[in-house]
């Protein structure tokens, strides 16, 4: 019982203000977006040549 007390504790004081699971289920379909829009671009026949892991997502 004191084991699945100290992983709520740990899941809500330490992940959940960094990775918050409300907001993933918004920001997962952005990224999908994104990495669609991006491979879409960089398919263009004048695109400026990108790495993805040089990348900065910009979500409102």
């Known amino acids: 019982m004191k084991k ?4 709520k504790f740990f899941l809500k004081n330490w992940i959940k203000p960094i990775v918050n699971p409300s907001h993933l289920k918004h920001l997962i379909p952005k990224y999908l977006k994104y990495l669609r829009d991006w491979k879409k671009y960089s398919r263009m026949k004048y695109a400026e040549e990108m790495s993805l892991g040089y990348s900065l997502p910009s979500f409102n």
């Not at 699945?4 to 992983?7: A, D, M, P």
């Open 4 to 7: 699945k007390k100290n992983s």
